[in-house]
């Protein structure tokens, strides 16, 4: 197929993604831009065609077509970043951020799910900017921090009022890897008392913070449903694309096993999330993504993902303890949690939450503090 060729199907295509739909009563109207590249004027390879398609599509939502092909021009941006950075500062003290919210559609009946935030700049002199005219530089310097902080607060506010007055809509809201980075720093320097998510416990992170673990797992390996590339364990890994969400136990891993490789080294591909990474893996641009075993089982056998992905095979490497971090200074807390979930555990609901979920595996007999200095 030609651009043209191209261009009239993707025509067709928003033509259904765009048409309308209906909000609690009120209308919305879909948008939906494209990127064109071709083979093999673009790129030679699936993975080059994809970058290049994605240069393009972003092209058009900065611009006015919807559908752009790709030239092989340069992107550049209209501001230098230091330049943004300086703004953006002036516009969290301004207030002139904004979030819109994108509906989110439960495929099974089209029934509306759930919100996700969008943040925008609105731009005293330039107007609406989207978020890949600032977050790049934000995401550069410390301001992704503070700029996530008030899109978690408008969030939680908006939902507030929503709530009141009878709209139970769930809001997402998407965060940097950087801010997830910095969740440990943040314990331990006391900006934080605590870290509501599940980090592997380390003898390097208990220096920073106190574990209370409650689950024991390891690192398992996703791919492809039906496992085209027949991956069974790390070596496979070897002289193949692996896409991982950078900062993380399993990228650490995976740049150990290199070692392993006996010159048919792996290209690891780290990206700013998990989403991002699976992305790669999903489009046939990675072989392989690790995750520890809870997140990657959940994804292998639930009927929206399962159709998708599939573990390599039930190895789970570097088994560990999962748990919460605290501040080493609020003891007062940490207790409380330990308690709360030795009483979960007890009372069998603990028990009977991880076969529903099928993570019986990973049970712990009791709630632990700081277990990894123990082992």
């Not at 998407?174 to 969740?183: G, I, K, P, Q």
Request: aromatic share 6%; hydrophobic share 40%; proline share 4%.
């Amino acid at each position: 197929m030609d651009a043209d060729e191209v261009r009239l199907l993707l025509e067709s295509l928003r033509s259904v993604l765009t048409g309308e739909m209906v909000l609690d009563g009120v209308p919305l109207t879909i948008e939906a831009s494209f990127g064109i590249a071709l083979y093999p004027e673009h790129g030679d390879d699936v993975e080059e065609l994809l970058r290049h398609a994605d240069a393009a599509m972003y092209q058009g939502k900065r611009g006015t077509a919807d559908i752009v092909v790709y030239t092989g021009e340069r992107t550049t941006h209209p501001t230098q970043w230091l330049v943004v950075q300086a703004e953006l500062r002036h516009a969290l003290e301004r207030d002139e951020l904004v979030l819109f919210y994108q509906p989110k559609v439960r495929l099974a009946d089209g029934s509306i799910c759930g919100v996700e935030a969008l943040v925008r700049w609105q731009h005293p002199e330039r107007g609406l900017l989207p978020p890949s005219e600032f977050l790049p530089a934000a995401e550069q310097s410390g301001l992704i921090e503070p700029l996530t902080a008030w899109v978690l607060r408008r969030a939680l506010a908006d939902q507030a009022a929503w709530t009141s007055v009878g709209r139970d809509w769930t809001v997402s809201v998407n965060v940097s890897a950087r801010n997830l980075e910095a969740a440990l720093d943040k314990v331990a320097d006391g900006t934080y008392d605590g870290v509501l998510s599940a980090m592997t416990d380390t003898v390097d992170r208990e220096k920073k913070a106190d574990f209370v673990d409650y689950f024991s797992a390891g690192t398992s390996i996703i791919v492809q449903r039906g496992n085209p590339r027949t991956v069974a364990d790390l070596s496979d890994l070897c002289g193949n694309v692996v896409a991982i969400e950078k900062g993380t136990i399993q990228a650490e891993l995976l740049h150990r096993s290199q070692s392993n490789c006996a010159g048919r080294p792996m290209k690891i591909n780290e990206y700013s999330t998990n989403a991002d990474a699976l992305l790669q893996l999903r489009t046939g641009r990675a072989v392989a993504v690790l995750n520890d075993f809870p997140p990657a089982s959940y994804l292998a056998t639930d009927s929206r993902t399962s159709n998708y992905y599939q573990l390599a095979s039930a190895t789970q490497y570097e088994t560990g303890l999962i748990g919460i971090p605290f501040a080493k200074n609020n003891s007062q807390l940490r207790d409380a949690v330990k308690g709360a979930l030795d009483r979960v555990i007890s009372a069998g609901a603990y028990a009977d939450l991880l076969q529903r979920w099928g993570l019986s595996s990973g049970a712990v007999k009791a709630a632990s503090i700081n277990g990894a200095a123990q082992d």
